[in-house]
Every structure is written in C-alpha cells, then in structure tokens.
C-alpha cells in the first residue's frame, strides 16, 4: 500500500465517517509501512516477537555473524541448536524458525504466491509453528500491501478504535472486528491510522 493508495483510502473512510475525518484532522495522514515481502520479513517477525526492537536487531545481527546468510532457509536449518542460542534465540523462538524455514524449503508455504483470499493466505501462514494470526495479518498488510486486512487483536488498534470512535473503555478482539465491519475494503489503511493515532497522542 504506497502512499497515494493510502490517502485514498483515508479519505473514503473520513468521507463515510465523521469520526475518522475527526481523528485525520487532528493527527495528520499516516506514512505507509512497508515491508520487503518473503521470508526475511517472516524470520524477522519470529525473532521481534516479545522483545524490542533495538533488542531483535541486535539478535538479528548476531546470528547473521554466526551462521552466515540468514536469508536462506537452509542456513537455519544447518545451524546448530548451540549457534542460535549463542544469537540470543531461545529454544521457543529456534524452533519457530526452523519451522518456517523447513514450510519455506519443502515448498508448503510459497511466500511468492499466497492465496488471494485474505483468510485463507493467514491460515497458510498460521501453519508456522510461531506465526499466530496478528503476525500473519500485519505481514500481509505491510509485506503484500493487502488493504482490507484488520489485525483487530493488536492492543493499539483496539485502543485507538475506542477512543476514535467514542466507546467507553477499550474494544474486545471481537468487538474491534464488528467495529470495523463498515469500514471495508479500506480496513488496512484505518489500521495504520490507528497506530498513527495512537502514537501522535493527539486524541
């Protein structure tokens, strides 16, 4: 989703919603987040999970120093157990990347060809061992640019949504998705919105 689509889709929605036209005008237009598709962003995803950013890169840049070209799936599945705890990996997380490198190696899961349907793209994508459905859905936004998908379990958006749109106290996973329901096909671009939002603390 480059920059041109997501302002249009911002202003479809502001146009269908006072609410969101409120929270454009008092936040500003987001930027686009985009990320290179295919199985560095995946393996990066796995590695940034629970810890922070300055702390996945540093592991990143660990164990590109000990094993090599981190960007073939078969240089994860040649290292030792020992050389990805040496990078800072646990056990969880060494065997969450072994297994998208094994799906990425055998064929299973083709990064160059998800399905078009957005469901059926996070359920190939959820068969990783450690790819739950809000990673499956914020690769498919920022990787593939998909502009209808809404990761209603990120705490951020859910706050975001509530404040926005007038609710008192913060929306259920459940109740963030039905919010959001008449918001389509532009649901991707008010998620940005949200993380936005959040982040400007403006509203």
Not at 12 to 19: I, R, S, V
Not at 24 to 35: K, M, S
Not at 173 to 201: C, F, K, V
Request: aromatic share 6%; no cysteine; charged share 25%.
């Amino acid at each position: 989703m480059d920059a041109d689509s997501l302002t249009r889709s911002l202003e479809a929605l502001g146009a269908a919603e006072p609410k969101i036209a409120a929270a454009l005008e008092r936040a500003g237009y987001p930027q686009p987040r985009v990320r290179p598709r295919g199985y560095e962003t995946l393996l990066r995803t796995i590695i940034g999970q629970q810890v922070s950013v300055k702390a996945a890169a540093s592991i990143w840049d660990k164990l590109a120093g000990i094993v090599g070209d981190v960007h073939v799936p078969a240089v994860m599945l040649a290292a030792s157990d020992a050389d990805l705890r040496a990078a800072g990996l646990s056990r969880q997380k060494a065997a969450y990347a072994r297994s998208l490198a094994e799906h990425v190696s055998a064929g299973t899961l083709d990064l160059d060809a998800l399905p078009e349907d957005d469901e059926e793209a996070i359920a190939r994508l959820v068969d990783v061992k450690g790819i739950g459905r809000w990673s499956a859905e914020i690769y498919l936004l920022f990787a593939e640019g998909r502009p209808d998908i809404w990761p209603a379990g990120d705490l951020a958006v859910q706050i975001e949504a509530g404040r926005i749109m007038g609710l008192e106290g913060r929306p259920t996973e459940r109740q963030t998705r039905a919010l959001a329901e008449a918001w389509r096909p532009h649901r991707g671009a008010a998620a940005i919105l949200m993380w936005h939002s959040y982040n400007t603390g403006v509203i």
